[in-house]
């Protein structure tokens, strides 16, 4: 690493730490020849593999630029979209490889988009799962609805969406009021009755 003040061709690392969430090491160097000091921040590289078969380094801009254009419209923050980075940044590094799908970027992206806002996950889900029909859209609104009424059972504040596996949603489990979203009035499922809070 050389030095970014005299360019000299090398620098001594005089202290190491990791960051707190064990993706990067920071490194405090000194320059033996101005005697200067610097800091280089190393995480590992993490390449995106497009469909095409091309690829390119993974970019938190380009997740918030496929992500805003669902949100338009949406109460959706600059920073609400940064945090909605960095989380799908540190999903896809958890799993420690170093190559990954675009497609893995995508399944990242819909779980925390769900908890931001549940009108741009829709539209998310719906290009990039390429919903084709309305009965797509029906049944990622349903899952939703069961979501709620879950979550609903299990406590008024708890947070819609935690640790689920969205697609094993019961049928039949549409919000006995479903027509608070206001996304129509087409019965999602067969609702012939309320759903029974679960005992416990
Ligand atoms: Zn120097």
Redesign the pocket.
Known sequence: M???????AD?RVIDSRTAEDGASIRRRRQ??????RFTTLETSSLTVVKRSGASEPFSRDKVVAGVRKACQGRPVSDDDLALLAQQVEEAVRASGAAQIDAHEIGLAILGPLRQLDEVAYLRFASVYSSFSSLEDFEAAIATLRAEHTAARAAGEDAEPGAASSATTAPAGTASPTGAETGTGSASLGAAEEPAQAPAH
Do not use: A, K, M, W
Not at 2 to 8: D, K, L
Not at 31 to 36: A, E, F, Q, T, V
């Open positions: 050389h030095c970014p003040y005299c360019r000299h620098s320059c033996p020849s101005c005697g200067r």
